[in-house]
């Protein structure tokens, strides 16, 4: 049964730092690209980064280019996101998510709250 199992949100002054985990099983995550969304209170869910099966190539929203980064270590079967000069702005449910087989999959989400 696949399964994503995010990790690492929390309370964050505005300018901190928090790394976000992505726990994948049940299926080969080697072979496929991954992706974290973000949906805040009253807003839609949108792409926050994607990153390929091997990790060589990344893409950013605009919003987060410079501050955040996308990572993953494929023997661990994990993804990370690194998010550094958080601003109030970034709070939101954060998901991973991947697409196989014509179907999307999801993580229950993290929970990122920057606030001073």
């Known amino acids: 049964q696949l399964q994503l199992v995010e990790s690492g949100g929390g309370l964050v002054q505005p300018g901190g730092s928090l790394r976000l985990s992505c726990a994948a099983s049940?299926?080969?995550?080697?072979?496929?690209?991954m992706r974290w969304y973000r949906q805040a209170p009253g807003k839609e869910r949108e792409l926050v980064a994607t990153i390929t099966n091997t990790g060589r190539t990344t893409n950013y929203a605009d919003s987060v280019k410079g501050r955040f980064t996308i990572s993953r270590d494929n023997a661990k079967n994990t993804m990370y996101l690194q998010m550094n000069s958080l601003k109030p702005e970034d709070t939101a449910i954060y998901y991973c998510?991947?697409?196989?087989?014509?179907?999307?999959?999801w993580g229950q989400g993290t929970q990122v709250t920057v606030s001073s």
């Open positions: 998510n991947t697409f196989l087989r014509s179907n999307n999959y």
């Open positions: 049940g299926f080969t995550f080697s072979v496929y690209s």
